[in-house]
């Protein structure tokens, strides 16, 4: 049975990410000088990686971080608006570590299973998943057998959309680190591979506590996680060295 490889990335770093500020679909920010780093690494990263396909959402962080990967690899990026960053409504430009009850809230209700939870004028982890998976399925469905297909997005709409297709809930986004520049690579099948095993080119990274290394879901198809969040990049130390490190 063929399978698609995927190369699941979370854009560069900007500002926001730097001072700590909640950035969702209504902050369209660029690439602050490190993100653009981040961005050269990563395409560097996937330079020895057969790949076939690019996407993106359709937010600036993004496209900018897929310019650098178009530039090293010839292909062209396709945005999509269905794979922007959840819209955390009124939450959107506030500082993480200030004492926002909303926001608290809403983590506490994830942490119960509550997709439906959502910021004042935001959207729900539900309607999220529905429309990026939907164009992710549409775009896995397209792809050729055994085509690699890298897809360039965002923190929290990676951690939905893993936690959802790895069976694990809403509940279990909080198990999925996200890193600005990390990349999770998994394969996905419509239907089980068995005997699914590690060749000598792809060895997987350590894998995240609580995070099963494969689930069958006939909703959403057959995902194996090879290795979850690899050639995770650094902001600047503060002698100024950027240095790549491992999570």
């Avoid at 900018?64 to 009124?90: H, Y």
Wanted: glycine letters at 10%; charged letters at 25%; proline letters at 4%.
């Amino acid at each position: 049975m063929a399978q698609r490889h995927l190369y699941i990335l979370r854009h560069g770093q900007t500002d926001y990410n730097l001072n700590h500020k909640i950035q969702g679909r209504g902050i369209n920010a660029p690439l602050n000088d490190t993100g653009r780093w981040q961005a050269t690494r990563v395409a560097e990263v996937l330079r020895k990686k057969p790949l076939e396909r690019l996407y993106s959402s359709g937010m600036d962080r993004a496209i900018q971080t897929a310019e650098a990967i178009e530039e090293v690899k010839g292909l062209q990026n396709s945005p999509f608006t269905e794979l922007d960053e959840m819209d955390f409504g009124r939450l959107e430009g506030l500082d993480y570590n200030d004492d926002q009850v909303e926001l608290q809230w809403m983590l506490q209700e994830w942490s119960k299973g509550n997709g439906e939870a959502r910021a004042t004028g935001g959207e729900s982890a539900i309607e999220v998943f529905e429309r990026a998976n939907t164009k992710f399925q549409e775009l896995l469905a397209s792809a050729g057998p055994d085509e690699s297909l890298a897809f360039v997005l965002h923190g929290r709409l990676i951690r939905i959309l893993m936690s959802q297709w790895m069976g694990l809930g809403y509940e279990g986004m909080s198990r999925f680190a996200h890193h600005n520049a990390c990349i999770n690579y998994l394969k996905w099948a419509p239907e089980p591979v068995l005997g699914t095993g590690q060749d000598d080119e792809e060895q997987p990274g350590e894998a995240q506590p609580g995070v099963p290394s494969q689930i069958y879901d006939e909703a959403f198809g057959h995902f194996e996680v090879v290795f979850l969040n690899e050639h995770t990049h650094a902001i600047p130390s503060e002698d100024g060295i950027i240095r790549e490190v491992r999570p």
